[in-house]
């Protein structure tokens, strides 16, 4: 970090703030800062925090003044603004809350409630009951918050935005747990004396350190360096911040607008992962702790334009987005249904997220068709190697960041699909298994409910179900011995127990039959249920084996597993 940084902090409550520390400045979120974000566990961790605080004061009455630390505010002195460069998150749900506690005061109807609700909205969200309110959100959050939450007579207005949409539930949130505070007690002068107590423990017990610098990539340094000091960012803030520091005045709007497509696009989507997975499709393996770093180096040292850094990362956020929710979307993405389907397998059936490297790289980089053989083999490899195999999924992690990284820089060099294409299964051959040695696991082979899904599902679809395709709804994963069997249907039980999840003893079975099947012995299932079926692995049971213990669980996972291999053949 460069030379010394000059700043000035001292420790204020959130209602001096508001209020004295700013005199008649308002504070502002710049509009290249990211909108609202905190979801539901945020907030309820920061309503449990002044609940808890409150009654732990209630608790030492009397023992001294007690006070609360949420965390560093970083404000830079701007005009008639104090811009907030770091802490939205708190003073915007803050000021949830005390809108909250207006709103609950007025319902009370009485002159004393209706006062302690002026003077909320006087002191806590005006400045001295003007037009000014103590915080101006950012563009994307402004409009909505202003007449969701400051406004005294409030709007219903429509969440145009996820982070409107986030601001909503906060307040819902906020409005559920006073609401629940305020049933506590009985009488109104009671209900006005618990909202007393919540707005002065957030107004004056809760306290910040205020950092108050001089420009703003002195803000961008003092940011960096919390973070360096253990204080909690992600790699979005932080990459964000320092493309801010790095970008011309005249470019950090673009720079936000970029940056705010991203958030929204990305949704509930972990944002550290898709980072650390966009950054390995183009550059090779590099663990989370480093990424930012990484990062920063990496722009510096080949000179990339923060804008179009910026607009990179929402390209492959868009694409990150489209690759895990390929069969989720309306309408599909790609074409090719095939495609969708192993895509939605390789990531949520068979739980190979580490594949999405690959899957970035392909899709940025190839040709649909090339990329759909590069899916068909990714999805090959996982079930072989990680769910027959039950090989070490760490060196199969390695050879997804190798291949990702190889397809990268094969285009970079200008070669074709084909070439590209070949390259990735000599790769991927490397590190398949034969079929001899896969079936060679098969007894052991234990499966999860979406492994043995998608699987089963898999094996049905190739030759083996009389009607229609199968799709992931259509049926149900059956245990043939039931995870809750009861010892007068099984008498074998305690044999049994531990085999549920194992593949021999998994089929599959439309809801109505499944529910019909339940817990009931093995006889009753191939008389009643089984024959029934449109599923060729499961009416076939009946006429295969006459009882059901573990020689027939191992025999049938040796059958099961020389179908799969054919479906999923070598690379």
């Known amino acids: 970090m460069p030379g010394s ?9 959130v209602g001096a703030l508001f209020v004295q520390y700013s005199e008649s400045r308002r504070i502002a979120v710049p509009p290249f800062q990211r909108p609202y974000s905190w979801e539901i566990e945020h907030v309820s961790q920061f309503w449990e925090d002044v609940k808890q605080f409150r009654e732990a004061r209630r608790r030492k009455k009397g023992d001294g003044a007690q006070e609360y630390f949420i965390g ?86 429509k969440a145009k935005s996820r982070s409107n949409k986030l601001l909503a539930k906060a307040q819902k949130y906020l409005q559920g747990q006073v609401e629940e505070e305020l049933q506590a007690v009985k009488t109104k002068p009671q209900k006005l004396k618990r909202i007393q107590e919540i707005k002065r423990t957030v107004a ?14 002195e803000a961008y340094h003092i940011f960096e360096t919390l973070n360096d000091r253990g204080l909690r960012l992600t790699v979005s803030d932080l990459v964000l911040n320092f493309l801010m520091s790095e970008s011309r005045p005249l470019d950090r709007g673009t720079v936000r607008d970029r940056w705010n ?14 980072f650390r997975y966009m950054w390995v499709s183009q550059y090779g393996d ?9 990062i920063k180096r990496r722009v510096k040292s080949d000179r990339i334009s923060p804008k179009v850094f910026a607009k990179t990362c929402a390209e492959y956020a868009e694409a ?11 309408p599909c993405p790609f074409a090719n249904i095939g495609l969708c389907r192993n895509l939605d397998a390789i990531i949520h059936g068979f739980g190979a997220v580490n594949a999405v490297p ?53 285009k970079e060099k200008g070669e074709n699909d084909s070439k590209v294409v070949t390259a990735v299964k000599e790769e991927f051959a490397k590190l398949d298994l034969p079929d001899i040695s896969i079936l060679e696991l098969a007894s052991e082979l234990e499966v999860n409910g979406s492994e043995a899904k998608y699987l089963l599902r898999g094996i049905a679809n190739h030759g083996f179900s009389k ?59 191939c008389s009643k249920v089984y024959p029934s079926s449109d599923i060729a692995m499961t009416s076939e049971i009946p006429s295969l084996y006459a009882r059901w213990d573990l020689p027939e669980i191992e025999s049938r996972a040796k059958e099961l597993v020389s179908k799969a291999v054919n479906v999923w053949r070598k690379i």
């Open 5 to 13: 940084i000059g700043f000035d902090s001292e420790s204020k409550s």
């Open 72 to 157: 560093p505010i970083v404000l830079h002195p701007e005009g008639q603004n104090l811009t907030l460069l770091d802490g939205q998150q708190r003073l915007a749900t803050a000021t949830i809350l005390f809108s909250v506690l207006r709103e609950a005061a007025k319902s009370l109807a009485i002159k004393s409630a209706d006062e302690e609700a002026e003077d909320i909205q006087r002191n806590l969200i005006t400045k001295g009951g003007s037009s000014t309110f103590c915080l101006m959100m950012g563009e994307t959050d402004k409009e909505f918050f202003r007449r969701t939450v400051q406004e005294e007579d409030l709007e219903n207005c």
């Open 204 to 217: 004056t017990e809760l306290k910040s350190v205020v950092i108050s610098v001089a420009t703003e990539n």
């Open 261 to 274: 497509d991203l958030i929204e696009t990305l949704g509930q989507e972990d944002i550290t992962r898709f």
């Open 286 to 294: 590099v663990k989370a702790q480093s990424l930012f770093l990484e």
């Open 320 to 330: 990150f987005v489209k690759l895990k929710n390929a069969v989720r979307l309306s």
């Open 358 to 410: 690959v899957l970035l790289a392909g899709e940025r980089n190839l040709r649909a068709r090339s990329f759909a053989r590069i899916v068909e083999m990714t999805c090959r490899i996982v079930v072989r190697y990680k769910v027959l195999g039950n090989q070490n999924p760490y060196k199969l992690e390695s050879t997804f960041y190798l291949i990702a990284k190889l397809i990268h820089d094969k």
């Open 467 to 525: 009607n229609a395709e199968l799709g992931v709804t259509d049926a149900t994963v059956e245990h043939i011995f039931p995870q809750s069997a009861e010892l007068r249907e099984w008498p074998n039980k305690a044999k049994l127990q531990g085999y549920e999840w194992y593949l021999g003893n998994l089929t599959l079975l439309g809801g109505k039959p499944n529910d019909r099947a339940a817990n009931k012995s093995f006889q009753y299932k």
